[in-house]
């Protein structure tokens, strides 16, 4: 079965750092790129950035440069959103997607909260 | 940075009925590269429609996407119970920035 599962819900303290996983099966994770979407409760769908995950190729909003860092695991077939200070504003749902321009296939979500 | 508007906010139909909706850029989408996507309470997106017009592996025909340039549409031909959702449009034409709209929920 072709799938990208993320990894669970996360609590964190303002400051503290954060890795997420999104590890693809199924497929030839190393083919394609694999993108990060965050939806912040009630709102709507915001894209963060891809990276390619044969080379680590990365392409990221202006919104979200500097303040995430995406990165690949081409052993493991794994992607990861990373945060080194957490904010309570990254309080949100965060989705990857495998991205073959659109998004074709959808992680089931990892929600992050943040809050002291 | 295209800006895509969608309209309306809500669309309020009842099962059976016809649904339209629309999606504007703010300049000409290269290609045709938009994206339609489903969202359901509490689950991922879905991709229903890439380039405009084509609809993704396993969706039903019922949904339908047109247009090119800066307008474009999502119709859903007779709604059934479980299309009731929120549907995206997205461009990606150019990376980054790609966006996607604010979204039309479609209600009961």
């Known amino acids: 079965e072709v799938r990208l599962v993320q990894s669970g819900a996360e609590v964190k303290k303002p400051g503290e750092s954060l890795k997420i996983s999104c590890k693809g099966s199924g497929y030839n994770f190393n083919n394609y790129w694999i993108g990060w979407v965050r939806q912040m409760p009630g709102k709507g769908l915001e894209w963060m950035g891809i990276i390619y995950a044969g080379d680590s190729e990365t392409r990221q909003s202006p919104s979200f440069q500097g303040q995430v860092t995406m990165s690949v695991d081409k052993s493991t077939g794994t992607a990861y959103l990373q945060w080194s200070r957490l904010m309570a504003s990254d309080t949100a749902m965060y989705y990857c997607a495998r991205s073959q321009g659109a998004f074709d296939l959808w992680g089931q979500g990892t929600m992050v909260t943040v809050s002291s | 940075e295209i800006v895509l508007t969608q309209s309306p906010g809500t669309l309020s139909l009842s099962p059976g009925e016809r649904a339209t909706l629309s999606c504007r850029a703010s300049?000409?989408?290269?290609?045709?590269?938009l994206a339609w996507y489903q969202q359901k309470p509490g689950q991922a997106p879905r991709l229903l429609i890439h380039?405009?017009?084509s609809r993704a592996t396993g969706i039903p025909d019922r949904f339908s996407g047109s247009g090119s340039g800066t307008d474009f549409t999502l119709t859903i031909s007779r709604l059934e119970s479980e299309d009731f959702a929120v549907y995206y449009c997205q461009h990606y034409a150019s990376a980054p920035p790609v966006t996607f709209g604010g979204g039309t929920k479609v209600e009961i």
């Open positions: 300049q000409n989408v290269g290609g045709n590269q």
């Open positions: 380039a405009a017009s």
